[in-house]
């Protein structure tokens, strides 16, 4: 079964050179926009006469079915569990047909074993579309084959995943996602962490808003932490799949994640409308991990930490491990008011990030490009026509790396600096020294700021360069072309070129 969406991939190469070039890459987002704004449309069935049958709970559908009744299962969870409340194995299709299934058991497995879902889909080209699921640990879980398509369904209050791809080209249209990730605490492991008494508990005072009522403990919505969930979560089996025109809101971990590589996240609406408890223990609102990955027109509100965070494929913070990520493209996308967190933060190697809008983040930066714990990450990414407005703390931050070119962008309004480049020389010695005579690697090295605009930033630091390298060492940093109403405050021994006016002349230029 074909998908609904014809997917265009472009190769990193050709990405780049879109990216240097206005005409060409006006081009490249004209015919890319134009090819994939066409209206979903629900997936065919082999047989327009498929059988209306209903359907029981554990059932494995073979064959198209259309659903006649809402369904509600006891689908309690437990350790090593893999239940379903039911299984399409394709190229069979579910239409809900407007009704729900729904898992109405609310327990929680502690040991984060449990695999059980409330609908799984196996086999190649199965379709699940036009209904509702809620409950349950996982709500809807994408494997096998691939090549799966779930289409205007809504996916509410599941404890762990939305919604998981773990298997390649598939696609989710046209779906809203509410209230998931959001496990309840499990009530006797939070009596352990209390010794038994929930009316004076440090753990509770530290975790839990003032408005928790100790005697009710039906339900425990205090703490999320390790028992959350992604509204979408694209794993590393996912290659080629397409997340697009989703509405996704109050999430438990974030809103989509994703671990796998060549996928698309598109025209996707992400946002945190409450504060609860549980809400206000999210991340980020998109995370990408991969390579190849595109994130493209998305709108983005209010999401507790970073509104997209790119960074490596990492398990910890081991810095011997293999990193893998980068060369994706961060594209068109609108941030707004993230409550703790950057607006779009780059932490891996060789991304394109172009055409992005960042706006009145509360407490942080608009753009940051960041090493991460291993001093690895955030070189030789290209920034590119983006916008960073009114935010609490600076507009563009480049924190520590190298190598990275930043054309074209704008930084407004922002309360601190408008475009600031941190140079650092790290101790060479396993613990921070203040010794003259210890030498150590300089970080923050050969970056490029040319023909930016910065203005109404903080008074003397629309672009500044931190931090001293030692021993007269110089940063080697390019500040050219830029506009700004005072004047970076870098050594200018220590830059490339001067500050010049890269505008075309009204001289005309003889032939």
């Not at 799984?120 to 096998?144: D, H, P, Q, W, Y």
């Not at 090549?147 to 509410?156: C, G, K, Y």
């Not at 773990?166 to 605490?185: D, H, K, T």
């Not at 929930?198 to 009710?216: A, G, H, Y």
């Amino acid at each position: 079964m074909k998908l609904i969406t014809s997917i265009h991939f472009a190769s990193i190469i050709i990405a780049a050179v879109s990216v240097s070039g206005d005409e060409h890459f006006g081009r490249y987002l004209k015919t890319s926009k134009s090819k994939s704004s066409k209206k979903t449309r629900a997936p065919t069935r082999p047989s327009t006469e498929s059988p209306k049958v209903n359907v029981n709970c554990g059932d494995s559908l073979r064959k198209d079915v259309i659903l006649l009744e809402d369904l509600t299962c006891d689908c309690q969870r437990s350790p090593n569990s893999t239940f379903a409340a039911l299984t399409v194995v394709g190229p069979a299709s579910l239409d809900l047909n407007g009704f729900s299934v729904v898992c109405d058991d609310n327990s929680w497995d502690v040991t984060e074993t449990d695999l059980s879902a409330v609908i799984k889909v196996g086999g190649r080209s199965g379709v699940i579309i036009n209904g509702s699921i809620s409950g349950g640990n996982f709500g809807i879980v994408l494997a096998e084959r691939g090549r799966h398509t779930v289409e205007n369904v809504i996916v509410t209050d599941t404890a762990n995943d939305g919604l998981q791809v773990n298997a390649p080209f598939c696609e989710v249209a046209s779906c809203e996602f509410l209230r998931n990730g959001q496990g309840l605490y499990p009530l006797p492991t939070l009596l352990d962490e209390c010794d038994g008494d929930l009316t004076d508990c440090k753990f509770i005072r530290k975790e839990c808003p003032d408005v928790f009522d100790p005697l009710n403990t039906d339900t425990v919505p205090c703490f999320n932490g390790d028992v959350s969930g992604d509204a979408i979560d694209i794993g590393e089996d996912s290659r080629y799949s397409v997340v697009q025109s989703n509405i996704i809101s109050n999430y438990g971990d974030d809103g989509i994640s994703c671990r796998g590589d060549f996928n698309v996240i598109r025209d996707n609406k992400v946002s945190i409308d409450d504060n609860s408890p549980r809400t206000s223990k999210s991340e980020d609102a998109i995370t990408v991990r991969g390579v190849g990955n595109q994130v493209i027109d998305n709108k983005i509100s209010n999401s507790i930490k970073d509104g997209i965070d790119v960074k490596f494929n990492e398990d910890d913070d081991n810095c011997n491990q293999t990193f893998t990520g980068g060369f994706n493209i961060i594209r068109s996308n609108d941030v707004e008011a993230a409550v703790d967190g950057k607006g779009i933060k780059i932490g891996s190697n060789n991304n394109f990030v172009v055409l992005n809008k960042v706006e009145s983040n509360i407490e942080d930066e608009g753009f940051n490009v960041d090493n991460g714990d291993c001093k690895i990450g955030g070189n030789r990414n290209y920034m590119a026509d983006n916008v960073s407005n009114n935010n609490d703390g600076d507009g563009f931050k480049i924190e520590e790396t190298n190598n990275n070119v930043i054309v074209r962008n704008t930084a407004t309004g922002n309360k601190k600096g408008g475009f600031v480049l941190e140079v650092k020389e790290e101790s060479s010695s396993s613990s921070d020294s203040s010794d003259e005579g210890d030498e150590g690697e300089i970080r923050g090295l050969a970056n490029i700021l040319a023909g930016n605009i910065a203005t109404e930033n903080e008074s003397g630091k629309d672009i500044r360069e931190k931090g001293k390298a030692s021993k007269g060492d110089c940063s080697q940093n390019a500040y050219i072309g830029n506009i700004a109403t005072s004047d970076t405050d870098a050594d200018p021994f220590c830059t490339l070129g001067e500050q010049i006016d890269l505008a075309l002349q009204d001289e005309k230029v003889s032939g």
